[in-house]
């Protein structure tokens, strides 16, 4: 099906009430130490001030009849928190802009909540924007923040026909993709009934403080400071609409065959991110001069010697910008994109990590670039279909919407099933109304043309 197609049937019509209980707070099952812990300098950068929303739809399973997967998930959430107690605590900044973590056992806020609708009424393909999304995972207020909030907020919906919805917000600024998605899985044991997590978390934040003296010895163009009135893919943009363009073996094969074989080495991930770069550039119609960016999302872990371990839940991640101008990157092809962002990725290395912490410190901890700019973050491989709580593994699970706080422009690939049942990768996108059917317009030509030419 023509992306453009898709966009025409995305307007969810799908309607439902949802009765939440109150919000209560769900603290560590036993005591854990009081004690005030710093955030590194990675995570204390502007960019990661944000609150981020995971979705996770569940089918009911005859094996737990009776069960109460809310019960459950409260009880793991006690358990699990005593080996990640920050997680129950608050962040606080201090007089420079560190944050830092009082962790003083609050707890994380859960909502427990029942919908009048069954799983199969959100039809074949789930994908995001997700009907009465603001129901299934509710912003309580005054939690929306990330300094003296809750840093999880969870919301388990029952619905109608024994299956659920398992919702998650966490503050970006105490723990990554990773660190949340190692979490889940500690609630996955614990829901299992184990005694003790499947790996120990491990705090260690000094590893990505700045040197003393702090010493920028790499470039960071993603956090150059630009200004631009007329940029319609910022904060401030209002109308801004949400969809989900899926991608399958077939249109990726398609795309692959426009590279020349010096990139026979290009991942999926480098050839779908040059792509929607590339159109989307040629969507919003930028000045040919203008600087555009595309922001990859890596994360930083393996970069180190000795490796830091997935375990260690803060912010180990960077965002290493491709840059070009609009006219080259429409211009030119779709090689041409795709070797910018190897070239991007492949300059993160530990120096490229301690260079970043120095930067935050000497430059006042700046928001990455917002101006021309879009960002990607790869969740292919994150696991979060595979938690499983006793209902089997998720249908849908990852990111529960484009964008990253107040900040539009952050696409998310996320592993799913069309209505077919293929495999394949949604690209979560988010764009002002005419420029997303623009966007679509332009993907939908890329590929005739791709496909005329094979």
């Known amino acids: 099906m023509a992306f453009s197609q898709t966009l025409e049937q995305a307007s969810p019509s799908l309607v439902f009430k949802v009765h939440r209980k109150q919000p209560e707070l769900v603290a560590p099952s036993k005591p854990t130490p009081h004690e005030t812990k710093l955030l590194s300098d990675i995570d204390s950068q502007a960019g990661l001030r944000a609150q981020i929303p995971i979705i996770q739809f569940y089918r009911s399973e005859p094996s737990v009849e009776g069960k109460d997967p809310v019960e459950i998930i409260r009880n793991a959430i006690a358990e699990a928190l005593v080996f990640y107690y920050p997680l129950a605590g608050r962040v606080r900044e201090g007089a420079d802009g560190k944050l830092m973590v009082d962790c003083n056992e609050e707890g994380v806020m859960f909502i427990e909540a029942d919908a009048d609708v069954t799983l199969d009424q959100f039809g074949d393909a789930l994908k995001p924007p997700f009907p009465c ?104 943009t209002i109308n801004l609409q949400q969809h989900s363009f899926f991608f399958g073996d077939s249109e990726v094969s398609t795309l692959r065959s426009l590279l020349p074989e010096s990139l026979s080495d290009a991942t999926t991930y480098h050839i779908l991110t040059a792509f929607v770069w590339q159109c989307r550039t040629k969507a919003l119609g930028f000045n040919p001069n203008d600087d555009v960016r595309m922001m990859c999302i890596t994360d930083g872990r393996a970069k180190f010697n000795p490796p830091i371990p997935m375990s260690y839940y803060g912010n180990c991640l960077a965002l290493p910008a491709a840059v070009t101008t609009a006219g080259e990157l429409c211009e030119g092809t779709l090689g041409y994109a795709v070797g910018l962002i190897q070239e ?69 690939h996320v592993p799913s099933q069309n209505e077919k049942g293929e495999e394949g990768i949604l690209v979560l996108t988010c764009l002002p109304a005419q420029a997303l059917k623009a966007f679509a317009k332009v993907m939908d030509e890329v590929m005739l043309e791709s496909n005329k030419t094979k």
């Open 133 to 236: 999304f603001e129901e299934l995972l509710y912003d309580v207020p005054g939690s929306e923040g990330v300094i003296d909030t809750p840093i999880l907020l969870i919301q388990v919906t029952r619905l109608k026909c024994g299956g659920f919805i398992f919702g998650l917000r966490f503050n970006h600024a105490m723990i990554d993709g990773v660190g949340v998605v190692t979490f889940m899985y500690t609630l996955s044991a614990f829901s299992h009934g184990a005694q003790d997590p499947p790996f120990t978390p491990i705090w260690s934040r000094e590893l990505l403080h700045a040197r003393d003296p702090p010493r920028v010895t790499c470039t960071h163009p993603e956090y150059d400071q630009l200004t631009d009135p007329n940029d319609v893919t910022t904060p401030s």
């Open 344 to 412: 991007a990725i492949a300059k993160v290395d530990e120096e490229y990590m301690h260079s970043v912490a120095d930067f935050m410190v000497t430059n006042g901890r700046p928001l990455f670039t917002t101006v021309r700019s879009c960002i990607v973050l790869d969740t292919t491989y994150a696991g979060f279909r595979g938690v499983d709580f006793g209902w089997g593994k998720a249908l849908y699970g990852g990111l529960a919407k484009p964008g990253a706080g107040a900040f539009p422009a952050v696409n998310f």
